[in-house]
């Protein structure tokens, strides 16, 4: 008999090498679905819940607000452009500028924005997560997209003040970024977009492009707007701005 040719122990061996190897690849699966597990309930669960504990005891409060906040209490992006017009002024001279208005969050636009993320598919009004002003959610938001994926883009958060201006219309205070990537929270660890710094840069490309759209009567800035020139937003990201905030006045509906 050669020394190739099986023996009966070597045939019996076999089935025990295979129900180990399955076993191990079961153990592999248990210990990757306990990582992710203990992932999620970290990044958001315990982290929010760390910082909702923390926000009580030290309070971050202005009766004039200008920082946005996260749901979960984190401050985030600065205030930094306004529009004064009614709802409809506002959607329309942000669609003469070039600007979609942004899907709600939701489970078909969340599976939508990730799959287009990767396979670097364009979405025009592929939705932002939700910041606070004056206890709520943004009114609306618009964005820009920059090439052919959702990773990159404008964007521009607007809520409806409490005020209005001199001639009775509503003003809009809105909080305008730059999505330059996809990645972790910082504080969280949880998904998110990463903004840059030069918030001023959004600040201007929005004045630039809806004082081009020709729907404004009047542009002008308020200087030292802000007191705090630098922070971090609720991802960790840093940013800075020059303090002014830039406010454009529709024109009045015919």
Do not use: C
Not at 28 to 52: D, E, F, G, N, T
Not at 120 to 129: G, L, M, Q, W
Not at 138 to 146: H, I, K, L, M, R
Not at 225 to 246: I, Q
Request: charged letters at 25%; hydrophobic letters at 35%.
């Amino acid at each position: 008999m050669s020394d190739s040719t099986l023996t009966s122990e070597d045939l019996a061996d076999i089935p025990e090498d295979r129900s180990s190897q399955a076993s191990s690849i079961r153990g592999w699966s248990r210990w990757l679905v306990a990582i992710a597990a203990a992932y999620w309930i970290a990044a958001y669960l315990v982290m929010p819940w760390l910082w909702k504990a923390y926000e009580h005891r030290h309070p971050l409060t202005d009766a004039d607000p200008r920082i946005t906040t996260t749901s979960d209490g984190h401050p985030g992006d600065p205030l930094n452009v306004g529009i004064i017009g009614s709802d409809e002024d506002l959607k329309r001279v942000m669609r003469a500028a070039g600007w979609f208005q942004a899907d709600r969050l939701g489970l078909r636009a969340d599976l939508a924005i990730g799959a287009d993320t990767v396979l670097s598919r364009e979405y025009d009004k592929a939705p932002v997560s939700d910041l606070l002003l004056f206890g709520r959610k943004e009114d609306f938001a618009f964005e820009q997209p920059v090439g052919n994926n959702p990773r990159h883009r404008h964007h521009v958060r607007f809520w409806k003040s409490t005020t209005v201006g001199d001639d009775g219309r509503a003003i809009w205070l809105g909080s305008a970024s730059y999505d330059q990537g996809v990645g972790l929270s910082h504080t969280t660890g949880q998904v998110t977009h990463h903004i840059s710094a030069m918030v001023d840069q959004e600040r201007d490309h929005v004045a630039s492009t809806v004082s081009q759209g020709g729907g404004l009567a009047e542009a002008y800035r308020i200087p030292a707007y802000h007191r705090e020139l630098s922070g971090k937003n609720g991802g960790g990201d840093p940013w800075r701005t020059d303090g002014a905030l830039w406010m454009g006045v529709t024109k009045s509906a015919p």
